[in-house]
Structure formats: C-alpha cells, structure tokens
C-alpha cells in the first residue's frame, strides 16, 4: 500500500514555462515532506522540504505547496530550465525525520523541451 | 569534503550467492541509512544506523540481509544468499541529525541472475 503517491510518472513542460510536480500522501501522521531531484547515475539530491506547520515553502525557482486538508503537496518550479529534466521523488517522515526513515514516491520523469 | 560512496557500483551475481555492498558516510554524519530501488518503483527504507547502533531496521526485507556499521564509521549490506528479487539499486544515504535531508550515495546496482 504505497502512502506517498505521484500520479504521473513522467511530465514534458516547455523551457521558460511553469513545472508543477504533484504528490498525494495518504498517512495523516506524516508531518515533513522533502523533493529530491535525481539525475542518471546519482543517488537522489535533497532540492526542499516543508514541515507541516506551513503551506508554502520558497527557494530561488522552487517553490513548495501543501494543503494537510487534501492530503496534496506539489512542487513548482519556475521558470523551467535544461538543467532541470531529472526524476523528482517526493517524500514524507513523521517527526520530522524519525526513526522510520522516508516514504518516497515512485518520482516523476520531469523532461524540459528547449 | 568527500561525498557518501559506496561500492561496488555495480554487481552481477546468480542466484544463491553472497553480495556485500559498502558504505562510506560523509565525514561526521553519525546518521546512516540505507534505501532500495527496485526497478521503476519507490525508493523504500530498509535501516537506520545512529553511529554504530540500529536505530531502526523495519525496512528489512527478511533475514537473508543482515547490515552493520562497526565502529560507527562505514557500513555494509550483505544479501546472502541473494535471490532473483533483491535486484535493484540500493542507496546509501547519512546526515548529521535525522531531519529528512539526506546526502545519498551514487548507488550500487545489483543485479542477480
């Protein structure tokens, strides 16, 4: 029973525009939530994260939303550059980190078109 | 300052035979874990070492792995004997306090035969 859920495992967004990444979570106990950038090859690279006490995280381009009610966070980043095509994970913890470690997703194939 | 490495990078083995991967932390990062990927799917947690200590091993698969990180400082993964479904990619990843933000490792694929 996968509890953190990307629905699209692959996006093709046009450079210069708006990529919207989505995550749906279903354990209401997690409280910590992380985007990870993957490229081919390398281990995951921590990009954000937003703790449940805020809905909205920002970082340069990168910009983390949460809405706890829907259970739904998403990643945008704008605008959207060659560099950025990689496979983005997004994950969930409780306690901030916890002993039970992180709950990935399956990511999603983020592909930027010059 | 040195990365999380881990090796061998990649590892081909039949079915029945003993693998052992390793895991060098970052320098200092008394948190160490380690994840797996099978093929198109989530990465999932299998353990957690705080220094030389498991600080929680749910992730687990079953009793053919066994992990350990004597002294605190490297750790190794042995599957043995390995089976058709352990192939994958497993991760290593450390930081300095268990807050999520990990610095992983490249991986080491294995693929068993």
């Known amino acids: 029973d996968q509890q953190v859920k990307q629905n699209s495992p692959s996006l093709s967004v046009q450079e210069g525009r708006i990529s919207i990444l989505n995550c749906d979570y279903t354990?209401?106990?997690?409280?910590?939530f992380l985007w990870y950038k993957k490229y081919p090859a390398e281990g995951p690279t921590f990009l954000i994260s937003i703790s449940s006490i805020k809905d909205k995280n920002e970082d340069g381009r990168f910009t983390v939303f949460l809405n706890k009610s829907a259970k739904h966070l998403s990643l945008h980043i704008v605008p959207s550059q060659p560099g950025d095509s990689a496979v983005y994970f997004c994950?969930?913890?409780?306690?901030?980190?916890?002993?039970?470690?992180?709950?990935f997703g399956k990511g999603t194939h983020l592909i930027i078109q010059p | 300052e040195a990365g999380v490495t881990q090796f061998p990078s990649h590892s081909v083995i039949e079915k029945g035979q003993t693998v052992t991967l390793r895991c060098d932390p970052i320098?200092?990062?008394?948190?160490l874990y380690w994840y797996r990927r099978v093929m198109g799917k989530e990465i999932k947690f299998l353990l957690h070492f705080v220094k030389e200590s498991k600080q929680d091993e749910s992730g687990m698969p079953n009793n053919r792995f066994l992990a350990e990180r004597t002294g605190g400082t490297y750790s190794t993964l042995k599957v043995q004997p390995a089976e058709l479904e352990d192939s994958g990619v497993y991760f290593c990843?450390?930081?300095?306090?268990?807050?999520?933000?990990?610095?992983f490792g490249e991986g080491s694929r294995l693929t068993v035969l």
């Open positions: 990843a450390s930081s300095r306090v268990n807050t999520g933000e990990l610095f």
């Open positions: 320098s200092g990062h008394d948190n």
């Open positions: 354990n209401s106990m997690f409280d910590y």
């Open positions: 994950a969930a913890s409780r306690a901030g980190g916890g002993a039970d470690g992180l709950t």
